[in-house]
């Protein structure tokens, strides 16, 4: 490289700095502010409208592939990661940068640390872009790879462990009661290469002492990754607990409007791993958004972006609407006569009702809130869930959750069909039981549809 060519790109590096810089005492100031101006705002300020073009009051829409250069110098330092660049839609783009922004603010609310994410096309993407690289064949280690989940995990994410990485070579060790501390700790050994746990899980609402999980995992050097897509940081932040890595499904409540399917990693920064090099602990997020993600591909589109950031906005007074409305439900179900028995965080006879407590809390307030996700049995068997469910008018019959409208699932001939008899057993999924999640209709409507389908039983 001649000099004068070196110099070109050197401009653009010490241009990128001062951005770099300028961007991250902006994201000081934004730390500060509260919880919904957070969700409401991100980092798009009105500084950023003018700096876009526009004035726009919403962050922009960016479907373009590709970022071009100014000139060859530019597209070098870019290139070599030199600069900040979005390049091409597959590794970046701005409005996923919005949203990675607000989601990674959201997350690390109220933490000393900060903490970076890394959106993706899917939940599943996701939980799968977190953990791969965490799995790597280390020639110095020999004998059997192995990772510590909670057995009372999302359908997808059973099958992603126990068939997907076995594949690999890596091999899942099951928690059945993830509350109880003594079964994780007598599944880690020097070959673990992190502890996975869902927060309440889906269906089951299984909980965990994260603060606990997390000493573990801190003393074992491995790092702890929670999914807490039916919480949403509105009810919980791992982070602040001593998790490492977080993973959100967006697709549910984060995306409550429905329009589309998507997935986040938010990672602290200076992760705990013995297994990462210094760059991957660093940063995990902006590191695997960098390399590995770019290297396979599993993007979000720009269209989801926009669309998750609108329906971010308003997560809080979301969370705690379809709470209220779930533990109105709640209530009547507990008491009729053909329900065998209602599974709630929120109910006081839950038996995880009291660390859910601890736990799950709405944020900007000490109230205890449990979320939109119920499940119940009904009494009789198979059948008899299958002909209430069938009668359902007003709730829609989907497998899905965390959104406006109330739906309801047969978990085990729906998300948990594929792992079989025995990995419901293992998950504790009966064939009488529905999953339930209420929406923003008024509660008494609900309670009207699910009382006249009981009754047709
Ligand atoms: C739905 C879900 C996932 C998977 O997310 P997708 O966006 O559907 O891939 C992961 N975890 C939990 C808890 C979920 O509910």
Same mark, same amino acid.
């Given at each position: 490289?001649?000099?004068?060519?070196?110099?070109?790109?050197? *401009?653009?590096?010490?241009?990128?700095?001062?951005? &770099?810089?300028?961007?991250?005492?902006?994201?000081? %100031?934004?730390?500060?502010?509260?919880?919904?101006?957070?969700?409401v705002?991100?980092?798009?300020?009105?500084?950023?409208?003018?700096?876009?073009?526009?004035?726009?009051?919403?962050?922009?829409?960016?479907?373009?592939?590709?970022? !071009?250069?100014?000139?060859?110098?530019?597209?070098?330092?870019?290139?070599?990661?030199?600069?900040?660049?979005?390049? #091409?839609?597959?590794?970046?783009?701005?409005?996923?940068?919005?949203?990675?922004e &607000?989601?990674?603010?959201?997350?690390?609310?109220?933490c000393?640390?900060?903490?970076s994410a890394?959106?993706?096309?899917?939940?599943?993407?996701?939980? %799968?872009?977190?953990?791969?690289?965490?799995?790597?064949?280390?020639?110095?280690?020999?004998?059997?790879i192995?990772?510590?989940?909670?057995?009372?995990?999302?359908?997808?994410?059973?099958?992603?462990?126990?068939?997907?990485? %076995?594949?690999?070579?890596?091999?899942?060790?099951? =928690?059945?009661?993830?509350?109880?501390?003594?079964?994780?700790?007598?599944? =880690?050994?020097?070959?673990? $290469?992190?502890? #996975?746990t869902?927060?309440?899980?889906n269906?089951?609402?299984?909980?965990?002492?994260?603060?606990?999980?997390?000493?573990?995992?801190?003393?074992?050097?491995i790092?702890?990754?929670?999914?807490?897509?039916?919480? &949403?940081?509105?009810?919980?932040?791992?982070?602040?607990?001593? !998790?490492?890595? =977080?993973?959100?499904?967006?697709?549910?409540?984060i995306?409550?409007?429905?329009?589309?399917?998507?997935?986040?990693?938010?990672?602290?920064?200076?992760? &705990?791993?013995?297994?990462?090099?210094?760059? !991957?602990?660093?940063?995990?997020a902006?590191?695997?958004k960098?390399?590995?993600?770019?290297?396979?591909g599993?993007?979000?589109?720009?269209?989801?972006?926009?669309?998750?950031?609108?329906?971010?906005?308003?997560? *809080?007074?979301?969370?705690?609407?379809?709470?209220q409305?779930?533990?109105?439900?709640?209530?009547?179900?507990?008491?009729?006569?053909?329900?065998?028995?209602?599974?709630?965080?929120?109910?006081?006879n839950?038996?995880?009702?009291?660390?859910?407590? *601890?736990?799950?809390r709405?944020?900007?307030?000490? *109230?205890?809130?449990?979320?939109?996700?119920?499940?119940?049995?009904?009494?009789g068997?198979?059948?008899?869930?299958?002909?209430?469910?069938?009668?359902?008018?007003?709730?829609?019959?989907?497998?899905?959750?965390?959104?406006?409208?109330?739906?309801?699932?047969i978990?085990?001939?729906s998300?948990?069909?594929?792992?079989g008899?025995?990995?419901?057993?293992?998950?504790?999924?009966?064939?009488?039981?529905v $999953?339930?999640?209420?929406?923003g209709?008024?509660?008494?409507?609900?309670?009207?549809?699910?009382?006249?389908?009981?009754?047709?039983?």
């Open positions: 490289m001649s000099n004068s060519e070196a110099a070109g790109v050197e *401009r653009y590096v010490q241009l990128g700095r001062e951005y &770099t810089a300028k961007r991250k005492e902006f994201r000081e %100031k934004v730390r500060k502010l509260r919880f919904d101006t957070i969700a705002h991100g980092m798009y300020s009105v500084e950023e409208a003018f700096a876009q073009g526009q004035g726009g009051i919403i962050e922009p829409l960016f479907p373009s592939t590709s970022q !071009a250069y100014r000139d060859s110098d530019e597209m070098e330092a870019a290139l070599a990661y030199r600069i900040p660049t979005w390049c #091409y839609s597959r590794i970046h783009n701005p409005t996923i940068f919005y949203l990675e &607000t989601l990674s603010l959201l997350e690390a609310y109220g000393a640390f900060d903490a890394l959106c993706t096309a899917s939940g599943m993407a996701a939980i %799968k872009q977190a953990v791969e690289p965490l799995l790597a064949q280390d020639e110095a280690q020999s004998g059997e192995n990772f510590v989940s909670s057995a009372q995990v999302y359908g997808g994410t059973f099958q992603l462990f126990n068939v997907r990485m %076995k594949e690999r070579g890596a091999k899942v060790r099951w =928690v059945s009661q993830p509350w109880a501390m003594k079964e994780w700790e007598k599944m =880690v050994d020097k070959q673990t $290469r992190f502890l #996975y869902e927060m309440p899980s269906p089951q609402q299984a909980c965990s002492d994260l603060q606990s999980l997390a000493k573990l995992a801190k003393h074992f050097q790092p702890l990754i929670v999914d807490s897509t039916i919480a &949403t940081p509105a009810l919980l932040r791992p982070l602040q607990h001593g !998790a490492d890595i =977080v993973v959100q499904s967006l697709t549910k409540t995306g409550s409007g429905g329009a589309s399917i998507g997935g986040a990693i938010i990672a602290r920064h200076d992760l &705990t791993s013995r297994h990462l090099d210094d760059a !991957a602990k660093a940063d995990y902006v590191w695997l960098l390399w590995p993600a770019r290297d396979s599993p993007c979000m589109s720009p269209y989801s972006a926009f669309f998750f950031l609108n329906d971010l906005r308003t997560l *809080r007074i979301k969370v705690e609407w379809f709470s409305n779930t533990e109105a439900v709640a209530d009547f179900l507990a008491q009729h006569a053909r329900v065998e028995a209602v599974d709630y965080l929120g109910l006081k839950h038996k995880l009702h009291e660390l859910a407590s *601890r736990y799950l709405l944020v900007d307030s000490e *109230r205890p809130a449990f979320g939109h996700l119920l499940s119940f049995t009904i009494k068997g198979a059948q008899e869930a299958r002909r209430f469910f069938d009668n359902l008018q007003r709730i829609f019959r989907a497998t899905d959750l965390g959104r406006i409208k109330s739906v309801a699932t978990p085990a001939i998300t948990h069909q594929q792992q008899d025995e990995g419901r057993r293992l998950a504790g999924i009966p064939a009488n039981m $999953r339930l999640c209420v929406g209709e008024h509660p008494d409507d609900i309670i009207a549809d699910l009382d006249q389908a009981l009754n047709k039983i």
